[in-house]
């Protein structure tokens, strides 16, 4: 989506389909009041919805737009595979639902109701997860489970305090104990898929992981210090590196920035340095001294991506070696064209794409 900056919003965005490898500008077409969009397609084409109570859908090969209209007033999207599910309703008066179904037909599969609720001034835009295994629908303090083929509820549980819960690869949700106005963290509970507690953890720290992606199940996942069982929430391994305590305050902080296969990326920044983490073992395979933390954008699954307000480089998750740094000043030397606040995108095959505010890149391996 492209627009004009005005005052935090876009003015006339549009959504533009680019040629990955060549750039080239395969269509147009006007993205006004839309409000959301799915994270992946479905048949070909990206969903999205709009306060106006219609569901959108842009084919990715021409651009042309097929619009649902509904009664619904829609607040969440999410899709996965080859459906579509929609939350709407008025969250204020706990009369909200969830449907699945396809573009043409948005409750084709299931319509649920769900006894929940929040204010429309609380972030919305993630109310839906169904990437993990089982549905995830959270609105204020309430969150529940459902199957994501019938939409059964399968449980209700209440975050506690101020700390956001998560869920996570194998259909479990990560949810920490905690209050609110800035108090500690006392503690994390693991649930499973029916929402019992598999594992407790009473380490002071929560992880906080801004990419989640375990090889499968057999992957330890983190609660506090420590690695537990996937499956059975057993503790298998405790590691002091996934904590921190901050010079200015006797806090202290998980390390845990991501997860690539069975690799745990671990960023200090207090005692300024890098870990990776055998998530199978729980031992250090490297870490690095280092005053450049940058964004985790992604990886093509060998090499993860970063970026600063200097450029894009990438480093062998097992190894901790730079495979790759671009600085921007060597792609523009405008320094406004590339900022470190865009979009990566990874095709495969050490390709990508990288979408900042005034300039988009494609990249690809050097050949000798």
Not at 167 to 196: H, K
Not at 223 to 252: C, H, K, M, V
Request: with cysteine; hydrophobic share 35%; net charge negative.
């Amino acid at each position: 989506m492209l627009g004009v900056p005005d005052d935090g919003y876009l003015r006339d965005p549009v959504l533009v389909g680019i040629d990955a490898g060549t750039g080239a500008k395969r269509w147009q077409t006007p993205a006004a009041d839309l409000t959301g969009c799915g994270s992946t397609p479905v048949d070909g084409q990206v969903v999205c919805f709009g306060y106006d109570r219609v569901i959108v859908g842009y084919d990715l090969t021409t651009g042309d737009a097929t619009r649902t209209p509904t009664t619904w007033f829609p607040f969440a999207i999410a899709t996965l595979d080859d459906r579509v599910y929609v939350a709407e309703g008025d969250i204020e008066s706990d009369d909200v639902r969830v449907h699945a179904g396809t573009l043409a037909d948005p409750d084709a599969y299931w319509s649920r109701a769900f006894d929940m609720g929040a204010l429309w001034e609380d972030p919305l835009f993630d109310a839906l997860d169904v990437s993990h295994g089982q549905g995830v629908f959270t609105l204020g303090a309430d969150i529940a489970g459902f199957d994501l083929a019938s939409g059964k509820p399968t449980w209700t549980t209440t975050r506690d305090g101020c700390t956001d819960a998560g869920a996570t690869s194998g259909a479990l949700l990560v949810r920490a104990r905690t209050g609110c106005g800035g108090d500690e963290v006392t503690g994390s509970a693991l649930l499973d898929r029916t929402g019992r507690t598999i594992a407790t953890s009473n380490s002071g720290v929560a992880q906080t992981l801004s990419i989640d992606l375990p090889t499968d199940d057999t992957v330890p996942v983190l609660l506090g210090d420590s690695g537990y069982d996937r499956r059975t929430g057993s503790l298998l391994w405790t590691n002091s590196d996934l904590i921190t305590a901050p010079r200015e305050t006797d806090a202290t902080t998980g390390t845990a920035a991501a997860i690539f296969g069975d690799v745990a990326l671990l960023q200090d920044t207090d005692a300024h340095n890098t870990t990776g983490l055998d998530l199978r073992t729980g031992h250090r395979l490297w870490r690095t001294d280092t005053t450049r933390f940058g964004t985790i954008l992604g990886w093509d699954g060998h090499t993860i991506v970063l970026s600063d307000y200097t450029g894009l480089w990438a480093i062998d998750p097992r190894t901790g070696a730079i495979s790759w740094d671009i600085p921007f000043l060597a792609v523009n030397t405008d320094t406004e064209a590339l900022t470190g606040f865009g979009q990566l995108a990874a095709h495969g095959e050490g390709r990508y794409t990288y979408a900042s505010a005034q300039t988009i890149i494609g990249l690809r391996p050097l050949r000798h």
